[in-house]
């Protein structure tokens, strides 16, 4: 036979880096060809009527297109955003339409299937096994993600799981690569630098032996993926081409991969795991990625062309597009607000577009791109903005598309982990909903502290499970090197403004303190009265450095006749920080074990973390200890709010904090000085104010 597989026209064919369907592509055409066929790989414009014996297509533009030209075609979707955008968007019902046109449609995962209403048929990507070889003789393991990350164009959106692998190796204090290409994967390590690190190696633009020799030097492919339109994708067959066991999500179909979910706590098991019986996930892994050499894909594929061929369907194809051609003939303008405006244009006549992306809260228009048709733009304002949309094309056709969140699905995920970030931001997720009276998907890292007290909100662990999202907002702090933080996301510098202002200043509403609600748990019962205390945090300038002030606390309240619990979960000695003599450890716990514990107590000490921020919500009386922030920083009601401003402080509010710096002190480090923010607060300033919680 003689096969076109038809060109994408963005990367060489074959691509010598990243490009998973050239990849796919030119494997095709190379294994077709070993099995006696002539294969080309021209551009769509370069194809004429009867000139192949069959077209292979793979982005449904061009299906269409030659759908338009009268041209069979067989065509295979290879993109995820088709179940991400959901079955109204302008993508996947292009899509669909595609297949419905093909003689045969394709998709490399089984889930698509149904999802396309049962028109394609599944066919597995496929790894060429002589190109990649065992070669590790690491003493201990090292770790390796490779992907493009990003998402529906966010660039920072951790498809790929990243952070979970990164987390997880500096837990395990094992050395991590990951590898990528620069345009989106550079933009998500600035925007997430705290994961950077003397064991963490970033690779940018490696070519395909270049990846080949990476796979060979590493042991365990870290894979904690979103969403994936290939089941299994090409990277996690490479890797298990190369001997790396694979510990991923639920999109290895038949490819033997150890499972994980996607979170810090889950991935860290699972690789734990796969070290301990290394040999054994090895040879699993080899034995089973041979069923996937491209050899074996191809000759399935043959079978398919052979099916094809064998089934005149070259008139009844016509008949089909003529019966409807209408459908297709009008370009659909798709907008959305997910982190940003973004316009889509697509259809079948090409048109030149005048796109107006107006901010009527400042009355300006930060950006007014050109389009054609089957492109997009989108605006870098991501943070709430009274967006209009205005669109002409070149006849003078005029589409204005005004934002109106009421009635509409809204994604609104918090970017920090943290506990206290969390619990300070979630009440304005509530105050957001019921001011544009929105449907609201909750996604953040702590869900399960919330989703009974705010029932109105839909709480979600997984972003690939929501469909038809109208817009998008992301919770975080954003930085940019030069300025000090990135305006897209901010008016003002979020180290300016209370932290709960964060959330406020992102979503558009007004500021004022709201105390969070908080799952309610039962209280805790002990024979002897007790207050909680929390010592430790992310970093030393965020401790107590007083060297006495926690003893002496401790010493004080036994001597009342309480006890002290210590409800932080980092082990004595942390990072060179001793446990005072007397306090009771409660342990590696749970949130809500901990919530429980802190509700039975008389009050709580602690500093500017998390677990301040628990206790606060909770409604436990509670003494806040903290010199590096400013107090404006944190809680204002229901609070005592220790600081020595006589010495320097409020470091945090003014300089750009280096997460990678344990010992941070901008002005004093390596001096008499350092950290003396804390170190100037005495148990004399504490000891009135445990006076009052022990009620003396």
């Not at 270049?210 to 979103?226: C, F, G, M, Q, R």
Request: charged letters at 20%; proline letters at 4%; a negative charge.
């Amino acid at each position: 036979m003689k096969i076109a597989q038809v060109n994408l026209g963005l990367l060489p064919i074959p691509p010598n880096g990243w490009g998973a369907v050239e990849k796919i592509i030119w494997n095709y055409a190379l294994k077709l060809r070993e099995l006696g066929h002539e294969v080309e790989i021209p551009y769509l414009n370069e194809i004429k009527k009867n000139q192949y014996d069959l077209v292979h297509v793979h982005v449904w533009n061009h299906a269409l297109e030659l759908y338009k030209m009268g041209i069979p075609y067989i065509y295979t979707c290879h993109d995820h955003h088709v179940y991400l955008a959901g079955k109204e968007s302008t993508i996947y019902q292009q899509n669909l339409l595609a297949m419905k046109c093909a003689e045969l449609s394709i998709v490399p995962a089984k889930y698509l299937i149904e999802y396309f209403e049962n028109i394609p048929i599944y066919l597995e990507h496929g790894v060429e096994l002589s190109e990649f070889k065992l070669n590790s003789n690491n003493i201990k393991p090292k770790l390796l993600c490779v992907g493009n990350n990003g998402l529906l164009g966010d660039q920072t959106f951790d498809r790929k799981g990243f952070r979970y692998a990164i987390e997880s190796a500096k837990n395990l204090e094992l050395d991590i690569t990951v590898v990528g290409p620069t345009n989106v994967n550079k933009k998500f390590f600035e925007q997430n630098n705290d994961l950077l690190g003397d064991n963490v190696t970033v690779l940018y633009d490696l070519t395909d032996n270049e990846l080949a020799k990476i796979y060979s030097e590493h042991d365990i492919l870290v894979h904690a993926t979103s969403i994936e339109a290939g089941h299994p994708p090409l990277t996690i067959l490479e890797a298990a081409a190369s001997g790396l066991p694979v510990i991923t999500t639920d999109c290895s179909g038949d490819l033997y991969t150890i499972r994980t979910e996607r979170n810090t706590n889950n991935v860290s098991w699972v690789i734990n795991e796969v070290i301990e019986n290394l040999p054994l996930y090895r040879d699993k892994t080899l034995n089973s990625v041979k069923q996937f050499d491209w050899k074996n894909v191809v000759n399935k594929l043959e079978l398919l062309y052979k099916d094809v061929t064998n089934i005149d369907m070259r008139k009844s194809i016509l008949s089909v597009y003529n019966s409807t051609k209408k459908r297709i003939n009008d370009n659909k303008i798709d907008i959305s607000f997910i982190n940003g405006p973004l316009v889509n244009i697509a259809g079948q006549i090409n048109k030149k577009y005048e796109i107006s992306f107006i901010d009527n809260d400042e009355n300006t228009i930060p950006y007014s791109p050109s389009l054609y048709t089957n492109s997009w733009a989108k605006a870098n304002k991501q943070r709430f903005t009274n967006w209009t949309v205005r669109i002409v094309d070149e006849h003078g056709g005029e589409t204005i598309h005004k934002m109106e969140l009421k009635g509409k699905n809204v994604l609104i995920a918090f970017d920090s982990k943290s506990v206290g970030d969390t619990i300070a931001w979630i009440p304005y997720v509530e105050e957001f909903r019921k001011k544009h009276e929105c449907n609201v998907f909750v996604y953040t890292f702590h869900n399960f502290l919330f989703q009974e007290v705010y029932p109105n909100l839909t709480f979600i662990d997984d972003i690939k499970n929501i469909r038809d999202i109208y817009a998008g907002y992301k919770i975080g702090w954003y930085y940019d090197m030069k300025s000090g933080y990135n305006g897209d996301f901010h008016k003002i510098s979020p180290q300016k403004m209370p932290l709960q202002q964060t959330a406020t200043d992102i979503l558009g509403l007004d500021y004022a303190e709201i105390k969070p609600k908080i799952k309610n748990v039962p209280t805790h019962t002990s024979e002897n009265p007790y207050i909680c205390i929390a010592m430790h945090s992310t970093a030393q300038t965020k401790y107590w450095n007083n060297p006495n002030g926690w003893q002496q606390l401790v010493d004080y309240v036994k001597s009342k006749g309480y006890d002290v619990y210590l409800i932080s979960n980092e082990e004595d000695g942390y990072m060179g920080n001793k446990h005072p003599h007397g306090v009771i450890p409660i342990g590696n716990k749970s949130l809500e074990d901990t919530a429980s514990i802190l509700k039975g107590s008389n009050g709580f000490v602690g500093i500017s973390s998390g677990l301040s921020w628990l206790s606060w919500a909770l409604g436990v009386p509670t003494i806040l200890i903290s010199g590096f922030t400013e107090t404006f920083q944190e809680m204002q009601s229901d609070v005592v709010r220790i600081i020595n401003e006589d010495v320097c402080h409020g470091c945090f509010a003014k300089d750009l904090f280096d997460k990678s710096d344990w010992n941070w002190c901008p002005d004093h480090k390596g001096t008499a000085r350092q950290f003396e923010c804390s170190k100037s607060i005495t148990f004399d300033m504490v000891k009135p104010h445990i006076e009052k919680l022990l009620k003396l």
